[in-house]
Each structure stands twice: as C-alpha cells, then as structure tokens.
Nanobody, 128 residues
C-alpha cells in the first residue's frame, strides 16, 4: 500500500495559481487511481478531480472545470493538481487519495468512499 504526501499549498491572492503535488511511496503507483478532494471549515469533504491509473481519463468537479488540471507522472510516483484562476471559495485543505485497482465510471472516481489511502492534506488559502 502506498503512502501519500501532499505539498504545494499556501496563501495566494484571488486570480493566482498554485500547483499541488502528491508524492507516493512504493513501486506500484501505476496501479492506483488517484484523486484530489478538499474540505473547507464546517463543510464535508468534496471531490475536486481524479485521474485513471494510466492518466488517460480525468474527471473534474463542475466548479473547477477550466481552472484546474490534474496530471500524473508514474515514473516519479507523483500526481499533480495545477490550480489557476483561484477564488476565495477554493480555500480548503486539499487531500490526495489513492485507490488500488480499477475504478469503473465517473461515479466511482468522484466518490470519497472509493479511495482507501489518504494523505495528510495541504492548506490552500485564497485571499480576496
């Protein structure tokens, strides 16, 4: 089972950009579907984006489409979330998640319960 460590969070002004990274330990990173989720204070954890094991398929929450891009480098055991045009409502703790094995369909990729490995989270704060 992999372990996940997120980095790249911080404080940015509205309209700015950040790139989150999630580094995974272990040799089987390519066997894991990966996802990014976020949780704002007082709110439930919500889906942001996910990517298939090969990187060929990606999914996005409607509120980040056109602004965020997920990608992965299986040779580096890393998944990325490029976040552009950030808004104050994007402020949250962002979590990286992994699921060993195949996910089927968008609903699986978007479901928090589909993922069995989680990172510790990285804070993203967007000031207005």
């Amino acid at each position: 089972q992999v372990q996940l460590v997120e980095s790249g969070g911080g404080l940015v002004q509205a309209g700015g950009s950040l790139r989150l990274s999630c580094a995974a330990s272990g040799r089987t990173f390519g066997n894991y579907a990966m996802g990014w989720f976020r949780q704002a204070p007082g709110k439930e954890r919500e889906f942001v984006s996910s990517i298939s094991r090969s990187g060929a398929t990606t999914y996005y929450a409607d509120f980040v489409k056109g602004r965020f891009t997920i990608s992965r480098d299986n040779a580096k055991n890393t998944v990325y979330l490029q976040m552009n045009s950030l808004k104050p409502e994007d402020t949250a703790v962002y979590y990286c998640a992994a699921r060993d094995g195949r996910l089927v369909g968008a609903s699986d990729y978007r479901n928090t319960n589909s993922y069995n490995v989680w990172g510790q989270g990285t804070q993203v704060t967007v000031s207005s």
